[in-house]
């Protein structure tokens, strides 16, 4: 399997976010590796975007989602880090949100770390994630393109799903465009 390039990432957020769906997570977690796939992201555009970390302008806390794609841009909301993905045309800026995954390999690992037994509430939701994965502030800027990076993203196996769109979630103002992808019928979803 190969790694999205990142021209991959240098695309529209929404697209991206749609074409992460299938996609392998793999984070390294000292000799192990935490196997996941993902199921549900979110899009994030730039400075007209009200939901966005990046309205705005540029400032010292969101400098990445202007910068170069195929970054992860982690960041933390009540209590939680939440993992994104920059992905935007080159000279503007965005991220995607990684809302969901469904764990393949590792799995006692992440249970471990999240100190819970139920499978399908393990990585359902963006901080659930970041936790059973070992994801924290210090992975901010790591490149998902490179295979040798503690963290990357690989194509997954070609699987057939159908795509879901919704409007964001747990967001005060939104774009009048459904941005929130997930694939139907998967158990690891956060919320139908």
């Given at each position: 399997?190969?790694?999205?390039?990142?021209?991959?990432?240098?695309?529209?957020?929404?697209?991206?976010?749609?074409?992460?769906?299938?996609?392998?997570?793999?984070?390294?977690?000292?000799?192990?590796?935490?196997?996941?796939?993902?199921?549900?992201?979110?899009?994030y555009y730039g400075e007209n975007d009200p939901a966005s970390r990046a309205r705005g302008g540029r400032k010292?806390?969101?400098?990445?989602?202007f910068l170069d794609v195929g970054r992860t841009f982690i960041y933390m909301v009540h209590g939680n880090w939440l993992l994104n993905i920059v992905a935007h045309p080159i000279g503007e800026a965005g991220a995607v949100l990684i809302r969901a995954v469904e764990p393949l390999?590792?799995?006692?690992?992440?249970?471990?770390?999240?100190?819970?037994?139920n499978i399908y509430s393990l990585t359902n939701g963006p901080g659930k994630l970041t936790k059973a994965l070992a994801i924290t502030k210090e992975l901010n800027g790591v490149d998902v393109t490179d295979r040798e990076s503690i963290l990357f993203i690989i194509s997954g196996v070609g699987e057939l799903f159908e795509v879901e769109s919704t409007h964001r979630i747990?967001?005060?103002?939104?774009?009048?465009?459904?941005?929130?992808?997930?694939i139907r019928g998967n158990k690891f979803v956060s919320k139908k």
């Open positions: 399997m190969e790694n999205p390039t990142k021209e991959f990432y240098a695309r529209d957020p929404a697209l991206v976010a749609r074409e992460l769906l299938g996609k392998i997570l793999i984070r390294r977690l000292n000799r192990f590796f935490l196997t996941s796939k993902i199921v549900e992201t979110e899009a010292r806390f969101n400098e990445l989602m390999e590792g799995i006692k690992i992440m249970m471990k770390n999240r100190k819970v037994k747990g967001v005060k103002r939104d774009l009048p465009e459904k941005l929130r992808f997930y």
